[in-house]
């Protein structure tokens, strides 16, 4: 995964921070024993999945490979095993 990059993208870091932010309001209400906000932080979790999902639409995601590097990738773990 490191070698490409998987994951450092502006859509990737904003949809994982607005989750992250949504579990641990949750997460407080759990404890407070809150069902409204626990869910309202459920929400929060789900909006951080859209904003990230619209963010990589808008171009700010990691392109797809091409069916060119993706065989080469192949070719290359292939030939690394041997």
Do not use: D, Y
């Not at 995964?1 to 992250?20: D, E, K, L, Q, R």
């Not at 309001?25 to 404890?31: D, P, S």
């Amino acid at each position: 995964m490191a070698g490409s990059a998987h994951g450092h993208t502006p859509a990737a870091w904003t949809g994982v921070i607005i989750s992250f932010i949504g579990f641990c309001i949750a997460g407080v209400f759990m404890v407070a024993a809150n069902q409204a906000g626990f869910w309202a932080g459920m929400g929060v979790v789900l909006l951080g999945g859209i904003v990230g999902g619209a963010m990589k639409v808008a171009g700010l995601g990691m392109p797809k490979a091409s069916a060119a590097v993706t065989a080469a990738r192949e070719a290359a773990t292939l030939q690394a095993r041997s």
